[in-house]
């Protein structure tokens, strides 16, 4: 059971929008920034959203992240086959000293 | 360029020991806090353990905690985790990855198994 919740898996068409949230607590997600992670079959995670809603050069403006409260989200829009990977979302908590983890939401471009 | 490489991963009994190790290159290795993070065969990512630049301060997943020892050697640019009391449930891949989980190395296999 993961600190932080995801949906697990979520689909849409080629060239539609998404969003994938993230619901934590008042610990993690509501007192820390929200970084978002994309592992692609087979690869090591990669950053693609820090600070909340910041993107590391070379990712593209289709990613972005929003936060609202102990809720965190992550946006794709104009999806691309490539697009097809686990998405994590993560944060510290400072109840547990500890970095966390969502449980990874599975998305399928159909 | 920025890179982590792990290694040090294998084959281990329940109840054996090993030590994990990273290299980082292509930045201040001392400048920054690092993690190890695992994920289990089919399973989502795990954090295991962070530590800061100058190793005063260390953090452990409950999971791991008293049997797991993270370090680092600044002057060799280098991670560690040192992991007795192995467990089947401690199988999984092993990454090394850089504060806030910017950066992120291949991974490397440890499984518990007799």
């Known amino acids: 059971q993961s600190v932080l919740t995801q949906p697990p898996s979520v689909s849409a068409a080629p060239g539609q929008r998404i969003t994938i949230s993230c619901s934590g607590s008042?610990?993690?997600?509501?007192?820390?920034?929200v970084s978002w992670y994309q592992q692609l079959p087979g690869t090591a995670p990669k950053l693609l959203i820090y600070?909340?809603?910041k993107r590391p050069s070379g990712i593209p403006d289709r990613f972005s992240g929003s936060k609202s409260g102990t809720s965190a989200a992550l946006g794709i829009t104009g999806l691309l086959t490539g697009d097809e990977a686990d998405y994590y979302c993560?944060?510290?908590?400072?109840?547990?000293?500890?970095?966390?983890f969502g449980g990874g939401t599975k998305l399928t471009v159909l | 360029e920025v890179q982590l490489v792990e290694s040090g991963g294998g084959l281990v009994k329940p109840g054996g020991s090993l030590r994990l190790s990273c290299a980082g290159s292509?930045?201040?290795?001392?400048?920054?806090?690092m993690n190890w993070v695992r994920q289990a065969p089919g399973r989502g990512l795990e954090w295991v353990s962070s530590?800061?630049?100058?190793?005063?301060?260390?953090y452990y997943a409950d999971s791991v905690k008293g049997r797991f020892t993270i370090s680092r050697d600044n002057a060799e640019n280098s991670l560690y985790l040192e992991m007795s009391s192995l467990r089947a449930e401690d199988t999984a891949l092993y990454y090394c990855?850089?504060?806030?989980?910017?950066?992120w190395g291949k991974g490397t296999t440890v499984t518990v198994s007799s």
């Open positions: 990855s850089r504060y806030g989980m910017d950066v």
């Open positions: 292509g930045f201040t290795f001392v400048e920054y806090n």
């Open positions: 530590i800061s630049g100058t190793g005063t301060d260390i």
């Open positions: 008042s610990s993690n997600i509501g007192s820390n920034s």
């Open positions: 600070d909340t809603f």
């Open positions: 993560g944060t510290w908590d400072n109840s547990l000293s500890a970095w966390v």
